[in-house]
């Protein structure tokens, strides 16, 4: 039984800062969600949500690389969060001053200058005021294994899904599926057909706006400098014909006023067509 058909799912994929596997989860209305790759898996094996706040996933042999079902358990927060909470145990040692042996309940990394372990502040002090006043030799520096309590998750109390074959089975299924959706994709993509996509061939130039000649390149919008000043002109000049009559009966000025220009422009107009 699957809890949720979603559009796309990819991955498994390892973060960097944890090792663990998780996959990007896109759904049918566009929504992405990533998810913890054994959480997912025990969803869509259950038909159901897990309770953020109540049940998480938990490995038993402590290794999150192991994702077979027999090493699988739902349990609660607040247990998988008390189980993986390390204590520490206490080791035996010699003290290097009185020679007593004692129990370290801590172990902690010393620098490698320090000279250790001592059973007490005393015993430190003393090696430490013999040694300033005297010179003795440094002590050697013993070197203590850390050791911790590693709770056995088997006899405590969950869901494991070890105890039930069929969801073992779905299990092994579902997650052969998502382990094979890379090799898939990858088939998928290999074997597609590639589109002949018909490309038009780009005209290399366009018609003038003014006169109607194709352009040297697509950018202009005139075929040469002479049709982009007519373009900009902001009144319409006379033809050659049109000022020769004007000007066998008034002057420039008026022809200036006529036309909105000044009167030194119909004298650069008839320069240009040659009437002076």
Request: proline share 5%; net charge positive.
């Amino acid at each position: 039984m699957q809890l949720f058909v979603p559009k796309r799912i990819y991955g498994p994929y390892i973060r960097k800062r944890d090792g663990r596997k998780h996959l990007c989860i896109v759904h049918i209305d566009g929504t992405k969600e990533t998810v913890s790759y054994p959480k997912y898996i025990a969803e869509c094996v259950l038909g159901r949500k897990l309770d953020p706040l109540k049940e998480t996933i938990d490995h038993i042999d402590r290794d999150f690389r192991n994702d077979m079902p027999e090493n699988i358990r739902i349990v609660s927060r607040s247990k998988h969060s008390k189980e993986d909470a390390l204590t520490a145990i206490a080791v035996e040692a010699t003290c290097v001053w009185c020679q007593q042996d004692f129990w370290v309940a801590n172990v902690r990394s010393r620098r490698r200058s320090t000279s250790g372990p001592f059973c007490s502040p005393q015993c430190s002090g003393q090696y430490g005021a013999r040694r300033c006043s005297i010179k003795i030799p440094r002590a050697p520096k013993v070197h203590l294994e850390r050791a911790y309590n590693y709770p056995d998750k088997s006899t405590e109390f969950g869901f494991y899904f070890r105890d039930h074959p069929d969801l073992c089975k779905l299990w092994r299924y579902k997650k052969y599926l998502i382990d094979s959706l890379p090799i898939f994709r990858q088939e998928r993509k290999r074997n597609r057909p590639k589109r002949r996509v018909k490309r038009r061939r780009k005209s290399t130039s366009v018609a003038c706006k003014v006169c109607g000649q194709p352009t040297q390149t697509l950018r202009n919008s005139y075929c040469s400098y002479t049709c982009a000043g007519q373009q900009s002109r902001k009144t319409v000049h006379p033809t050659k014909e049109e000022l020769r009559q004007l000007l066998e009966t008034t002057t420039w000025t008026e022809i200036g006023r006529r036309f909105n220009v000044s009167d030194n422009a119909v004298r650069k107009w008839a320069k240009r067509y040659g009437l002076i």
